[in-house]
């Protein structure tokens, strides 16, 4: 099990940018696929980016594709969110994940570790 603790939430206008952190506790974070997950007031928690290990993949969900990046820094146990040019519809609270698995294996379900979640809201 990995403990995660998201951090950098806040309130931004369209067209901004903001930078989420995950810290990760647990010698299982070097070797655990790291995904991002948002949930929006009404709707079902829905997937927006995952990072693999090792072999550094990723992978997007296509509302975000183009905007958001995902990192990660084995050193500090830290993943990383870069959101660019936020539209209103990208309000959620997002949520850190992680997930054993091999390495250079991307996934964007049945993740096993979750943190509390951060709020992002984007004013129009």
């Known amino acids: 099990q990995v403990q995660l603790v998201e951090s950098g939430g806040g309130l931004v206008q369209a067209g901004g940018s903001l930078r989420l952190s995950c810290a990760a506790s647990?010698?299982?974070?070097?070797?655990?696929?790291m995904g991002w997950f948002r949930q929006a007031p009404g709707k079902e928690r829905e997937f927006v980016a995952a990072?693999?290990?090792?072999?550094?993949?990723?992978s997007y969900a296509d509302s975000v594709k183009g905007r958001f990046t995902i990192s990660r820094d084995n050193a500090k146990n830290t993943v990383y969110l870069q959101m660019n040019s936020l539209k209103p519809e990208d309000t959620a609270v997002y949520y850190c994940?992680?997930?054993?698995?091999?390495?250079?294996?991307?996934?964007?379900?049945?993740?096993?570790?979750w943190g509390q979640g951060t709020q992002v809201t984007v004013s129009s």
């Open positions: 647990g010698r299982a974070f070097s070797s655990s696929v």
């Open positions: 994940a992680a997930k054993p698995a091999l390495a250079g294996i991307i996934h964007r379900t049945d993740f096993s570790s």
């Open positions: 990072i693999s290990w090792g072999i550094s993949r990723t």
